[in-house]
Each structure stands twice: as structure tokens, then as C-alpha cells.
């Protein structure tokens, strides 16, 4: 069975200060006097006790707040050169808040910086208040160095990083992955008559990851991956994107060209493929998320590319909130804080002080987020049900929906 994920004042939980300097009052005025001093009698010799047997340090039980709310730490990098995605994150998280999280949870916003040191930090300061759970980092550096920290304290630690080679028992990569999205689309690409794909893939880690991903989709899907290019990070990408459209061949209709690369990048290459005739051609493209961005249908010869990715009008209504609140769009990944403090708040529910094991994350029913239904795998890893979209213009068309339900069984 899957279960739906959904600010607060800022921020983080507010102390009782007041109430415990009020106590203290009541109990001054409570004092009896004092009676009269009686002479005490000299003082006997002191003997010195045998020290004590050392006793093992009790281990930090999960806080509740005062207000019988779990405490859930949120780890973003508040400071530093990533401090406005950051923010943005916040913001979203704390719009979950409002739609009906903060019922159940009380959220404690602690900066990381952009630094692994900086997450580590923060982890620690999460341990030494008690938090139940972990959200972020932000980065898969800082979630590397930060999970085990977690873990050793048993508390588990849902990162928004995309990157599955950090993910780990107790360490989960919330982030959309690139290997699923590739395998989706290859998929969906080989239903429609697709039998080899040729690829032009940037000179990145990124890019590598996607390649690799593309290879072991295509031997699932019984595709023959063709020559690759690379694009360089900067500079004239025509002589590569000619390279890679000699690769394809006249017969557009059953070699498509998988082009993992997002903005400002693609403009380049973009314009280099229309430079070539590209929609003459009739050749399929195909992509990832990071063509899941505002504005990508601008790019005139990606018309009619295919990606795969969340369905975009389930977030259509959290965008334009979070626009009426802010004044500004949200930062693409700003569902992902959204959809973890909506978790959250559905572990409290599970029984009195919520339920933050291991076990409760990895339900295999799922859950459902503005990103679509998703499911953590013990191994850390996310599991999505993705959409396969269409670039048609100045909007995304959902093509081929996402599955309703996920088909393995979780592990």
C-alpha cells in the first residue's frame, strides 16, 4: 500500500525559555524560611572510597519536542556559495509545513555550508539535539562523509543527492538518479522501433555516469549501442554533433541520438544539431532530467526529443505557490525537500514518537510526492515511477505515463 506524502515561524523549534524562568519563579516563592543554624559537630575523618566501575555512556534516545512533535533535523547549506539553492530548499520544506507536516513534526533547519566538513558538523550538532531523523545533505560528497556519522548514532539519513554511488544501508539518495531515467527511456525508446542509439555525452562525471548507464540499458533492451562522442566543456561542439549524426546514419527512424546534457551546454550543442539539419534527419533524441528545466523547448531541435522523468502537472500547483509566497520559480530540486518533510511527517503517524527505523523508510508499497510515487531500497537507493515526456514546445507532454505500480519486489 502507497502512502501520500503531502512553514512554519522560522526557525526551527522555539526553546521554553519563558516557561522555565516562570517555573523558577513559582518555585522561589514557594521557599520556606530558613531555621536557625545548630552547631554541627566536628566533621569525621574522610575515607577515601574505592573509585567506581566505569558504566558505559546510556545511548541518546530520540527526542520528542515539548510539544510531543518528533524532531526532524533538515541539513542545507544556509551559508556559502550555495546558500540560495539552499534557501529555496528550506522554503519548500517548510511549505510541507504548512500543507499539513508541521501537524505531526517539528523541523530544525541546521546549516552546512557547502563543505563536507561543514554536513559532518551539522550531523554531529543533529545528534547532540536529538533529532529522529536526518534530512540532506545536499551534496553526495557531504552525504559520503556525513551518513556514517548518522550511523553510528542509529539514525538514518534520507540525502537529496542524486548520486547512487554514495547510497549505502541507513544513507538514502532521494535525488532523481540518472541510471533509472536511462533505463526508462531506452525501454520506451526500444517499444517504439528504436534498435541502436549513438550517443553525445559531455566530458563530465555526469556524462560518464550516463554513458554507463546507457550501456547497461541498452544490453537489457537488446539495443546496439553505436559510437560516441564527447562534447568538451567549452568551445565549438559542431565537429563532434557532425561526427555523432554521421554515427546515426540515413535511418533516423531505428538509430536514436542520446544526448545527456543540460543548460547553458545544450544551447550549443542544440544549435550545432539544427545547424546540421537535424529534424530533416528524422532522428529521435533522446535525453535525461537535465532537460527538466524551464524554458527547454526553446531549443528548437530538441522538439520531440524524449526524456524520462516526473509528470510535470503533479508539482504545477506546489510551483505556483512557492512562486506566490517567494516571488521567484522554485529550484528544480526544491520538490525533493518537499516531498522528505512530507515522509517525515507520515513515519510520525505510524505510532506514538513515529517510527524512523530502517524498516518504515523501505516500505515497499511506496509512497506518493509531488515527484510521482517513489520507494527507498535497503541499499539506500530510490526506486521512481517515471513518465516518459515529450518536448513539444514551450511545455513538457506526457507521452507514456508512469506505471502504477512498481513491478520488483524492493530489496
Not at 545533505?137 to 550511523?151: E, I, T
Not at 554515427?247 to 542520446?258: I, N
Not at 530510490?382 to 520488483?408: C, H, M, N, Q, Y
Request: charged share 20%; net charge positive; proline share 9%.
Amino acid at each position: 500500500m502507497s502512502h501520500s506524502v503531502g512553514t512554519a515561524p522560522r526557525r526551527g523549534v522555539v526553546t521554553l525559555l519563558t516557561c522555565a524562568a516562570l517555573a523558577m519563579i513559582a518555585l522561589a516563592g514557594c521557599e520556606t524560611k530558613p531555621k536557625p543554624t545548630v552547631q554541627a559537630p566536628p566533621p569525621r575523618p574522610v575515607v577515601a572510597a574505592p573509585p567506581p566501575e566505569p558504566i558505559a555512556p546510556a545511548p541518546v534516545a530520540p527526542m520528542v519536542t515539548p510539544s510531543g512533535k518528533p524532531k526532524i533535523a533538515l541539513l542545507l547549506p544556509l551559508t556559502g556559495r550555495m546558500r540560495e539553492i539552499g534557501q529555496a530548499l528550506q522554503d519548500a520544506a517548510e511549505l510541507a509545513l504548512f500543507d499539513g507536516a508541521g501537524k505531526d513534526i517539528a523541523l530544525v533547519p541546521i546549516d552546512t555550508g557547502d563543505t563536507p566538513d561543514g554536513a559532518v558538523a551539522a550531523t554531529e550538532r543533529a545528534i547532540r539535539e536529538g533529532a529522529n531523523l536526518i534530512l540532506g545533505p545536499l551534496f553526495s560528497a557531504s552525504a559520503a562523509v556525513a551518513g556514517p556519522v548518522a550511523k553510528q548514532a542509529n539514525l538514518e539519513m534520507i540525502s537529496f543527492s542524486n548520486d547512487e554511488g554514495t547510497a549505502q544501508p541507513g544513507l538514502y539518495v532521494m535525488g532523481l538518479a540518472v541510471d533509472a531515467q536511462v533505463r526508462r527511456v531506452v525501454d520506451y525508446a526500444q517499444r517504439k522501433g528504436v534498435k541502436r542509439v549513438v550517443a553525445l555525452a559531455p566530458a563530465t562525471a555526469y556524462g560518464g555516469q550516463a554513458m554507463q548507464s546507457l550501456r547497461d540499458a541498452a544490453q537489457r533492451a537488446n539495443i546496439n549501442v553505436g559510437p560516441s562522442e564527447t562534447v568538451p566543456a567549452a568551445g565549438d561542439p559542431d565537429a563532434p554533433v557532425k561526427r555523432a549524426l554521421a554515427a546515426v546514419g540515413a535511418d533516423g527512424s531505428t538509430t536514436a541520438l542520446f544526448v545527456p546534457i543540460g543548460a547553458p551546454r545544450v544551447s550549443a550543442v542544440a544549435s550545432s544539431l539544427s545547424e546540421a539539419d537535424v529534424a530533416a534527419r528524422k532522428v529521435r533524441l533522446l535525453g535525461t532530467g537535465v532537460w527538466d528545466v524551464t524554458g527547454i523547448g526553446g531549443e528548437k531541435a530538441l522538439v520531440g526529443a524524449w526524456f524520462a522523468g516526473p509528470d510535470p502537472a503533479r508539482r504545477a500547483a506546489f510551483e505556483r505557490k512557492f512562486q506566490g509566497v517567494h516571488g521567484k520559480a522554485p529550484p528544480r530540486t526544491a520538490t525533493l525537500a518537499y516531498d522528505a518533510v512530507m515522509l517525515a511527517a507520515q513515519l510520525a503517524r505510524l505510532k506514538a514518537g513515529g517510527d524512523f527505523s530502517a524498516g518504515a523508510i523501505t516500505d515497499g508499497g511506496g509512497y506518493n510526492g509531488l515527484d510521482g510515487r517513489f520507494r527507498f531500497r535497503t541499499d539506500g537507493r530510490v526506486e521512481r515511477s517515471l513518465s516518459i515526456l515529450e518536448i513539444e514546445g514551450d511545455r513538457l507532454k506526457v507521452i507514456d505515463p508512469a506505471p502504477g505500480t512498481f513491478t520488483s519486489v524492493v530489496n
